[in-house]
């Protein structure tokens, strides 16, 4: 089986869909033959035809700009099967109305609304969340807490609060301000190089004596080790992908994740061990205060979404597609 990733893994692998495209190539390229085209490049086709690809996977997005882009590829190559991954889903009104011209041949969602939306644009779907790196985050002793604390210049002795993302309004940083004002509680924010950062709101959470860190961590798994609780407060639809990964890494290293309901995190991973879900900010500040002293252990459902299993399953869902067409 060829399979042709439309996606980015250039510069720093510190985004939601680079990371998924990165890891997506990695399991897959284990077993298959596996190319990853930037989709600036499909405007050339003879990068993709050279290779004659069983399966066009568009990973990036999803946008109209996918799914023309899939459509485009699909009638070059009339024998590939063509998949669309809506991650991080954002259409305008008209590009909603269009979309049902540009049907590829499944559309993999992550959340039950993109489910129904899809479905009622005559698409086929099938359900694929995100995933982690389980060799990379895992827990750390208190012993190596303590060290990797003291390498980041952060006092021993406070609740690390931790947020690993972009730097935008769209993500609701604010609300880990009133977090920060309490008494022994430190806010840290590794923002992502790869989505610039608004000055606005970096220095806005400076003021109020978050630490922000806009830089690359190749080693960003020693953030989520030293931390005590992972913090995930977006509410809009544009502001991650459908399933953060950043959610499950921090489970994969055993903290307490407080989070908004967002995007597919009730529908593919729902309430679990360690992941309390505040539907109101105000909500917030006072579930960031029960993990202070929480003990538990998210690793043992975080392991379910490993790269490994979201590579099978991905695999499956290829052969099926293969079979159709060759029973069809």
Same mark, same amino acid.
């Given at each position: 089986?060829?399979?042709?990733?439309?996606?980015?893994?250039?510069?720093? /692998?510190?985004?939601?869909?680079?990371?998924?495209?990165?890891?997506?190539?990695?399991?897959?390229?284990?077993? &298959?033959?596996?190319?990853?085209?930037?989709?600036?490049?499909?405007?050339? =086709?003879?990068?993709?035809?050279?290779?004659?690809?069983?399966?066009?996977? &568009? %990973?990036?997005?999803?946008?109209? *700009?996918? +799914?023309? %882009?899939?459509? &485009?590829?699909?009638?070059?190559?009339?024998?590939?099967?063509?998949?669309?991954?809506?991650?991080?889903?954002?259409?305008?009104?008209?590009?909603? /109305?269009?979309?049902?011209?540009?049907?590829?041949?499944?559309?993999?969602?992550?959340?039950?609304?993109?489910?129904?939306?899809?479905?009622?644009?005559?698409?086929?779907?099938?359900?694929?969340?995100?995933?982690?790196?389980?060799?990379? +985050?895992?827990?750390?002793?208190?012993? *190596?807490?303590?060290?990797?604390?003291?390498?980041?210049?952060?006092?021993?002795?406070?609740? %690390?609060?931790?947020?690993?993302?972009?730097?935008?309004?769209?993500?609701?940083?604010?609300?880990?301000?009133?977090?920060?004002?309490?008494?022994?509680?430190?806010?840290? %924010?590794?923002?992502?190089?790869?989505?610039?950062?608004?000055?606005?709101?970096?220095?806005? /959470?400076?003021?109020?004596?978050?630490?922000?860190?806009?830089?690359?961590? =190749?080693?960003?798994?020693?953030? +989520?080790? /030293?931390?005590?609780?992972?913090?995930? =407060?977006?509410?809009?639809?544009?502001?991650?992908?459908?399933?953060?990964?950043?959610?499950?890494?921090?489970?994969?290293?055993?903290?307490?994740?407080?989070?908004?309901?967002?995007?597919?995190?009730?529908?593919?991973?729902?309430?679990?061990?360690?992941?309390?879900?505040?539907?109101? =900010?105000?909500?917030?500040?006072?579930?960031?205060?029960?993990?202070?002293?929480?003990?538990?252990?998210?690793?043992?459902?975080?392991?379910?979404?490993?790269?490994?299993?979201?590579?099978? *399953?991905?695999?499956?869902? &290829?052969?099926?597609?293969?079979?159709?067409?060759?029973?069809?």
């Amino acid at each position: 089986m060829r399979i042709c990733l439309l996606g980015d893994i250039s510069g720093n /692998l510190d985004e939601g869909m680079k990371n998924t495209t990165y890891y997506l190539y990695s399991e897959l390229s284990k077993s &298959y033959e596996v190319e990853v085209v930037h989709p600036r490049k499909t405007l050339l =086709p003879s990068v993709v035809l050279k290779f004659k690809p069983d399966i066009l996977h &568009y %990973i990036h997005g999803s946008s109209i *700009r996918s +799914f023309l %882009i899939t459509r &485009y590829l699909a009638s070059i190559f009339p024998r590939s099967k063509s998949i669309v991954s809506a991650t991080h889903p954002q259409f305008s009104k008209w590009e909603k /109305l269009a979309l049902g011209f540009f049907k590829p041949d499944l559309a993999l969602v992550q959340s039950k609304s993109m489910e129904d939306f899809f479905s009622r644009k005559g698409f086929k779907t099938a359900w694929l969340s995100g995933g982690v790196d389980v060799d990379k +985050f895992s827990p750390a002793p208190k012993a *190596r807490r303590l060290e990797l604390r003291r390498k980041y210049g952060l006092e021993e002795d406070k609740l %690390i609060v931790l947020h690993v993302g972009h730097v935008r309004p769209n993500r609701n940083l604010e609300l880990l301000i009133p977090i920060q004002q309490q008494g022994e509680i430190q806010v840290v %924010i590794a923002g992502s190089t790869t989505v610039r950062a608004d000055e606005r709101v970096a220095q806005q /959470l400076k003021d109020a004596g978050c630490v922000v860190w806009v830089k690359y961590f =190749p080693n960003i798994e020693e953030l +989520f080790q /030293l931390a005590d609780c992972y913090v995930f =407060p977006v509410m809009s639809d544009d502001g991650a992908v459908q399933v953060p990964l950043t959610v499950l890494e921090a489970a994969a290293c055993n903290l307490p994740v407080v989070t908004t309901p967002f995007g597919g995190l009730p529908d593919l991973v729902g309430e679990r061990e360690g992941l309390f879900y505040v539907w109101r =900010p105000e909500e917030m500040l006072s579930a960031v205060e029960r993990c202070r002293d929480c003990r538990v252990e998210p690793r043992r459902w975080a392991v379910e979404f490993s790269w490994e299993k979201i590579g099978e *399953r991905l695999t499956a869902i &290829y052969r099926d597609l293969i079979e159709e067409k060759e029973n069809a």
